[in-house]
């Protein structure tokens, strides 16, 4: 009895919703999956990892170092330049995942380093 008193017109306008949401599911994931896959081979050169990992460490060691300019506590700094000293050993590691683990862990550490400055400087 329930289903008879749902009007057909609004079925009918919720199946095609439906068809409507999966024409736009089909699409949509066909077309990210071509983005994402010409993506991961841009990405996923060791180029790019190694300019932005160098320009990271860059940004690091300068912010690192006018922290201690403005604060005077030199703690934040050492534990930064431990991690930038793990991100530059990633650099010289296999492009094979392993680096992947070193720069992730090299980050983190700087990472501490930044927000104890940050700290440090309020």
Known sequence: MTLLAIPTSRLDRAA???????????????????????????????IIHEVG?????????????????????????????LGLGVMAGALSLPHNGTEALY???????LALGHRLNAMAAE
Not at 54 to 78: D, V
Not at 103 to 109: F, K, L, P, R
């Open 103 to 109: 720069t992730v862990i090299g980050v983190m550490i």
């Open 53 to 81: 990992l160098t320009l990271a460490m860059m940004i690091g060691a300068f912010a690192l170092g006018r922290g201690i300019l403005e604060h005077g506590f030199m703690m934040p700094s050492g534990i930064g330049a």
């Open 16 to 46: 095609m919703t439906l068809s409507g949401l999966c024409v736009v599911h089909c699409v949509a994931t066909a077309v990210l999956l071509a983005l994402v896959s010409a993506a991961g081979g841009i990405l996923g050169s060791p």
